[in-house]
């Protein structure tokens, strides 16, 4: 080993404990009694708590009404995650097929359009969003948290990039072949963007498994709450409770909050890369 | 079976630019008709047109006595083979045969049965179950005329099919395609932008240039007979020489040489003398003086290439001449040849409209 790849290993390492550190800190934190972490703070090896911990939090219902374990929170979650990513492939796929194939007036003027709002967040119309979903009667509801979220300009962007790269005799040959609009797109198209659609489902699995302030002012009521949310609301009764706090479940909250999302990359990783390095067609 | 007919076809792009100006064509049954010309020409928009890939500005296209101006490709009982294959590279070799039976409704047994007919036949009933990514040029271009043929269309039409194959699989694959044209006795179009497939395939040429047809007929007949100076310069290989010439009332002239044997001609316009390299042979009294820079050997026929000596005078370069010879013949670099011709076998051209004169 030369002095070069000591000097670039070095670097790798520390910059993975840099990243890797705190999620130790917190899991090995998790698996301590609360008067532990009350009297030595952090803790860097494990404890002799993580049953209880983890049994308590994943099916004990906690929080300020004591209504939602983390179990419920994590299904609440998984529903905006997935039904946020596949609605998002869905939509962006469709606007995408539109704008490459169908000629209609202003088609890439729309385009544009829908890029521009790439460059405004969801805080910016987060009133009015909350208004219509309001007035619709959607508060607390699933379809509610979902729906106002999953038209997606990044989504539409990759997938209209995706399309123009697809070489125009297949669709020439395709519609010699008889082939209809729906049935180029179902036959043709959806097949040919397969790594594409697993890299645009993970990585909008995590966006919407990360959301946090749409979840917050949409859901009232506890059984509606998302794990993000949850863990924010178990620190606040920590602050609050006047009990010992209970700094463990925090800890393992959070740790079960980034579980999934570790796991959805960890086994898709290989289609994930591929969907954004391919080029063959 | 189908004759296909071109009743003034146009084709303007919404940018105003002309693609095609007016084609009239006949192409009777079974016949295959290759398209030929330099890029841009207008070819393979007109091949587009009759697949109902490119709308048609004006005129009307018949097929089988039906006009299709309005008939969508599907409908069009045409099939198409593409330059770059254009198979679905998802699907199997099997796939992207059915994928049309499908689509037309045809029961599975019955599609079956097709594509395995036609893959035997094709010879590629061994890669039923391959994708395209694993086969090589030629095997992923016998699977797309595989898709053609099991359609079983009235017209095949073929743009530049061969174009990606390397040089030997392309002469491979032009005598096939050729046979199997005779034996399903399909009516096609084949577009091509070189000559010397355009000239093997053809039962009728139609070479096109700048959105017209120049010329339309056999092969042999193109190259005898040939109407225009672009005609003349487009078919043949090598390339037919020309020299600028001007006619004096009895002999041609370019300043340097004097060609005569040449009667009748106007006097007051730039003409254009066509002189193909095998008829051009070394001659005591020749009228031309040649200086060699360049012998490629092909084996059996040496092609000589070199200027006129003092054609260089008061231009950059001189004018270049091919000769084609036996391949005894090998001329040193810089060598001096004399050089005449049958003025009976050459051609002169006016300049400015390319019309024959002679």
Redesign the interface.
Same mark, same amino acid.
């Given at each position: 080993m030369n002095r070069h790849t000591v000097i670039t290993h070095f670097i790798l390492i520390i910059g993975a404990m840099f990243m890797t550190l705190p999620v130790w800190v917190a899991f090995m934190t998790s698996t301590h009694a609360p008067e532990t972490i009350l009297r030595e703070g952090l803790q860097f090896w494990p404890g002799g708590h993580f049953l209880e911990t983890y049994n308590e939090v994943l099916f004990e219902p906690g929080g300020v009404m004591k209504k939602v374990t983390a179990l419920g929170m994590m299904k609440n979650s998984l529903i905006l995650g997935i039904g946020f990513s596949v609605g998002k492939v869905i939509i962006s796929m469709f606007a995408a097929y539109a704008i490459v194939y169908f000629r209609f007036r202003m088609a890439n003027f729309l385009f544009w359009i829908i890029f521009m709002t790439l460059l405004l967040p969801l805080e910016v119309r987060i009133i009015p969003s909350y208004k219509v979903v309001a007035d619709l009667g959607l508060l607390d509801t699933h379809t509610g948290l979902i729906v106002p979220l999953i038209a997606s300009a990044t989504g539409t962007f990759f997938f209209r990039q995706f399309f123009r790269s697809v070489p125009d005799e297949i669709l020439e040959a395709a519609r010699l072949d008889g082939a209809s609009t729906w049935s180029f797109f179902i036959d043709i198209l959806v097949p040919l963007s397969k790594t594409m659609i697993a890299a645009i489902l993970i990585i909008m699995f995590v966006v919407g498994w990360n959301q946090y302030l749409w979840p917050l002012i949409m859901t009232t009521k506890e059984e509606n709450y998302t794990l993000v949310i949850g863990i924010k609301q178990i620190y606040q009764v920590l602050n609050e409770g006047g009990e010992l706090p209970q700094f463990q479940k925090a800890f393992a909250l959070t740790i079960l909050a980034t579980l999934p999302p570790v796991l959805v990359v960890l086994v898709f990783q290989k289609w994930f890369v591929k969907g954004l390095v391919e080029s063959e067609k | 079976m189908a004759e296909v007919e071109l009743k003034g076809v146009r084709k303007v792009y919404p940018n105003g630019a002309e693609a095609i100006r007016g084609v009239d064509m006949q192409i009777t049954d079974g016949e295959l008709v290759v398209f030929v010309g330099p890029s841009g020409c207008g070819k393979s928009t007109l091949l587009r047109m009759v697949?109902? #890939?490119e709308t048609i500005t004006e005129g009307e296209i018949s097929i089988g006595g039906r006009v299709i101006n309005d008939v969508?490709?599907?409908?069009r009982d045409?099939?198409?083979v593409?330059? $770059?294959y254009? #198979?679905?590279?998802?699907m199997t070799v099997r796939g992207n045969m059915s994928?049309?039976l499908k689509? =037309?409704k045809i029961p599975k047994d019955e599609i079956t049965r097709i594509v395995e007919e036609t893959a035997k036949m094709l010879r590629i009933d061994d890669y039923l179950d391959r994708q395209p $990514?694993e086969l090589s040029g030629g095997q992923r271009q016998r699977v797309a005329m595989g =898709?053609a043929i099991v =359609?079983n269309p009235k017209v095949f039409l073929f743009d530049e099919p061969l174009s990606n194959l390397d040089a030997k699989l392309r002469v491979q694959m032009r005598i096939e395609i050729k046979r199997l044209q005779r034996r399903m006795n399909v009516t096609s179009i084949y577009v091509t932008h070189d000559q010397t497939e355009a000239m093997t395939l053809a039962d009728r040429l139609a070479v096109i240039n700048e959105g017209r047809v120049e010329q339309m007929g056999a092969p042999m007949e193109l190259y005898t007979n040939p109407r225009t100076l672009f005609v003349a310069s487009f078919i043949g290989a090598p390339q037919m020489n020309l020299i600028p010439v001007r006619f004096d009332g009895t002999d041609l002239g370019d300043g340097v040489s004097r060609f005569s044997g040449f009667s009748d001609l106007p006097m007051d316009t730039d003409l254009v003398l066509g002189v193909r390299p095998d008829i051009l042979s070394i001659m005591e009294d020749g009228q031309l003086d040649f200086r060699v820079d360049l012998v490629e050997q092909h084996g059996g026929e040496n092609l000589i290439y070199g200027t006129i000596v003092g054609s260089d005078q008061g231009a950059a370069h001189g004018l270049e001449i091919c000769l084609k010879a036996n391949q005894q013949m090998l001329p040193k670099v810089e060598d001096t040849l004399q050089l005449g011709f049958d003025p009976a076998k050459a051609f002169v051209f006016r300049k400015d409209t390319g019309e024959r004169l002679v």
């Open positions: - | 697949a109902g #890939l969508s490709p599907s409908d045409v099939a198409m593409f330059q $770059n254009a #198979l679905y590279p998802h994928y049309g689509n =037309r $990514n =898709r =359609r």
